[in-house]
């Protein structure tokens, strides 16, 4: 009889990587996912979320389910506080594609869908602290992409003139963070992940 897999989706921290261990020496003070859950043997994420990055991950001991959600055009959509007032002619841009770097070569951003929120959104409190409005106006934008290169949000807000400092993954497909606690993990069926 087949080994029945198990999923999960998680509230990945701030300053924690996206894996369960690592043999660099630069990496021995790093966060791990595995402080979070006692994960089964042969457990993956399902794609990653940089270090400075938080928000939904999900995770499967399926590595046939992982390839196809990470190789399919499956939505992931994020939620960006930018610096500054970020115009609509710049959404427009992003919107369109821009042109970041990857891998040592310039790569235009296939077309997505962008725009400001009317507010801030509900999100628990990073662990470390954000500037404020105070140090100038900030906005919060919603980014959905169907491709996943490496920091592409920030890279492109920052294409645009607007870095990022704070970027939360809220969805996945058809699945959505809600309000899962920062750090918390879920037990997640995935047989109808595709809607």
Same mark, same amino acid.
């Given at each position: 009889?087949?080994?029945?897999?198990?999923?999960?989706?998680?509230?990945?921290?701030? !300053?924690? =990587? #996206?894996? /369960?261990?690592?043999? &660099?020496?630069?990496? +021995?003070?790093?966060?791990? *996912?595995?402080?979070?859950?006692?994960?089964?043997?042969?457990?993956?994420?399902?794609?990653?979320?940089?270090?400075?990055?938080?928000?939904?991950?999900?995770?499967?001991?399926? !590595?046939? =389910? #992982?390839? /196809?959600?990470?190789? &399919?055009?499956?939505? +992931?959509?994020?939620?960006? *506080?930018?610096?500054?007032?970020?115009?609509?002619?710049?959404?427009?841009?992003?919107?369109?594609?821009?042109?970041?770097?990857?891998?040592?070569?310039?790569?235009?951003?296939?077309?997505?869908?962008?725009?400001?929120?009317?507010?801030?959104?509900?999100?628990?409190?990073?662990?470390?602290?954000?500037?404020?409005?105070?140090?100038?106006?900030?906005?919060?934008?919603?980014?959905?992409?169907?491709?996943?290169?490496?920091?592409?949000?920030?890279?492109?807000?920052?294409?645009?003139?607007?870095?990022?400092?704070?970027?939360?993954?809220?969805?996945?497909?058809?699945?959505?963070?809600?309000?899962?606690?920062?750090?918390?993990?879920?037990?997640?069926?995935?047989?109808?992940?595709?809607?």
């Amino acid at each position: 009889m087949a080994r029945k897999h198990q999923h999960f989706k998680m509230y990945k921290p701030y !300053g924690m =990587l #996206s894996q /369960f261990a690592s043999n &660099s020496t630069q990496q +021995k003070r790093k966060r791990f *996912l595995g402080e979070l859950s006692d994960f089964p043997e042969n457990t993956m994420p399902i794609g990653r979320l940089d270090e400075k990055s938080e928000g939904l991950l999900l995770l499967t001991t399926n !590595g046939k =389910l #992982s390839n /196809f959600i990470n190789s &399919s055009s499956i939505e +992931k959509e994020y939620y960006a *506080l930018v610096d500054g007032a970020i115009s609509e002619e710049d959404i427009l841009q992003l919107c369109n594609g821009v042109e970041i770097g990857f891998n040592g070569k310039k790569y235009q951003t296939k077309p997505c869908n962008v725009f400001k929120l009317d507010h801030a959104p509900n999100l628990p409190e990073r662990q470390k602290k954000i500037r404020d409005e105070r140090h100038g106006p900030t906005t919060w934008i919603s980014v959905t992409l169907t491709e996943g290169k490496f920091r592409q949000v920030r890279k492109m807000t920052s294409a645009v003139g607007c870095s990022t400092l704070r970027l939360v993954r809220i969805r996945v497909g058809n699945i959505h963070l809600k309000t899962l606690p920062i750090g918390a993990v879920e037990d997640l069926d995935l047989t109808n992940f595709i809607t």
